[in-house]
């Protein structure tokens, strides 16, 4: 079992950074650790590895270890930029990954190896082959290797015909454990960064279907080139419009400043190494997101999900489902997405999607089957159903109606269970109760 094949199966939803401080800046030092769990991160993603300081890093690993975090490891030897490829093609890669891996490869806290980030056209072949090498030479681990956004002209930079084809030579001559992207157009001040936001998450979503794999999305973090600074409410948008597509991965672009350049600003920590605005607001949507619908979502995969109100580029209408027959809210537009649990559970989560106002948002489930509010904490609770299912009553309801207030971005997830299968198993526990007795 991979490490996110073992936080999926524990309930741990994992949420990174991009780490590019080198091991002399304060984001590559074992007191960092305390950043990342105050930001409210499973995952962590080291600093470039330097061999001069492997003690340094060890440590530096040992303490992600003992804070309960897993760790993303930056070292060289591990990414499709590697100057092995040229000195000695994949023999040379190989062979020196695979001493990163006998390096660092066994250590507890380890998640994977970090192969690189948006391979562009004349690298492509190189990246697959790395991601493979991956796999390969470390099947215990999980790879992090994240791809451009998909949209405009994101093809030709890849060097291929459609971003589709991409993905498809992607996953079966990689093999990713999983498909990670960013895309911050949602942060551009025009609404239609908005819908290429959604249809790229469409691009992923469907590549994922076609071969099987997960989904995980770097969101934005700090203001940089025309993409303006992120608001509490944004962030939290990003969070589960994302979770609300499929994905079971997040990432966050990025932690640390550094040195001031173009126009980035006010990351969660500045360029005095200092905790900004961004780093209390991502902490908090972290650490809610952590707390309350982390432990549910983390194994859940998406069947279906709907736009209601306005429907962006790469969404569908709500025309009724399988679950849910109608949803509404009376000023601001939502989604609506089915998901199933490991062993088969049906939920379903409804998000605000607005990232400016807060409405108070109504489900019509089909039928009248049990329905479950997932509560702080990870656990369920239930919940109020508007009308009487007893046909004699004044306020009788066919199908049973759920309210909820929603805050910008915000999402509800519920586990829903048919009424037919309720009954049944109501039935078999009575029957069980008999028998006992007798």
């Known amino acids: 079992m991979t490490p996110f094949q073992r936080m999926r199966k524990d309930g741990v939803f994992p949420v990174t950074f991009w780490n590019y401080c080198n091991m002399d800046q304060p984001g590559g030092a074992a007191a960092a650790v305390k950043d990342w769990v105050d930001a409210g991160m499973t995952v962590a993603m080291t600093p470039r590895y330097d061999p001069a300081k492997r003690r340094q890093f060890l440590d530096l690993l040992d303490a992600c270890g003992e ?135 469409r691009i992923f979503r469907d590549a994922g279907r076609r071969h099987n794999k997960p989904m995980w999305a770097t969101l934005c973090s700090v203001g940089h080139y025309r993409y303006r600074c992120p608001t509490e409410d944004d962030l939290r948008w990003q969070a589960n419009t994302a979770v609300a597509n499929g994905c079971t991965g997040l990432a966050w672009f990025f932690f640390y400043m550094r040195d001031l350049h173009d126009n980035y600003r006010v990351p969660p920590v500045d360029e005095h190494w200092q905790r900004t605005e961004t780093f209390d607001w991502l902490a908090r949507v972290n650490k809610t997101f952590g707390a309350w619908h982390g432990p549910a979502a983390a194994a859940l995969k998406l069947q279906e999900t709907y736009h209601i109100g306005k429907v962006y580029r790469g969404a569908e209408p709500m025309g009724g489902s399988r679950l849910v027959k109608w949803a509404d809210s009376p000023h601001v537009p939502l989604i609506v997405s089915e998901l199933t649990g490991a062993k088969g559970a049906d939920y379903v989560a409804i998000v605000n999607n607005a990232r400016d106002d807060s409405t108070e948002a109504m489900m019509c489930f089909r039928g009248r089957p049990e329905i479950r509010r997932i509560a702080w904490g990870g656990g369920d609770t239930g919940v109020k159903i508007k009308g009487s299912a007893n046909p004699k009553d004044a306020d009788y309801c066919k199908d049973a109606k759920v309210e909820c207030w929603l805050a910008p971005g915000q999402m509800e997830l519920y586990r829903v269970t048919a009424a037919k299968r309720v009954a049944k198993k109501r039935a078999a526990k009575k029957k069980a109760k008999k028998t006992s007795k007798k």
């Open 67 to 201: 804070a309960g975090l897993k760790a993303i490891v930056t070292d060289p030897r591990g990414q499709y930029w590697s100057g092995a490829w040229k000195k000695g093609g994949a023999r040379r890669f190989r062979s020196e990954f695979r001493q990163a891996v006998k390096d660092f490869g066994g250590h507890p806290a380890v998640f994977g190896f970090h192969g690189g980030d948006e391979p562009c056209v004349g690298l492509t072949d190189q990246a697959f082959k790395t991601s493979k090498i991956h796999r390969e030479e470390a099947p215990h681990l999980s790879c992090f290797m994240n791809l451009g956004p998909a949209g405009g002209g994101s093809a030709e930079w890849v060097g291929y015909d459609t971003y589709d084809h991409y993905l498809d030579d992607y996953c079966t001559q990689g093999d990713p454990e999983f498909l990670c992207f960013d895309v911050y157009w949602q942060m551009l001040p025009e609404e239609s960064g908005t819908h290429d936001y959604f249809d790229c998450m």
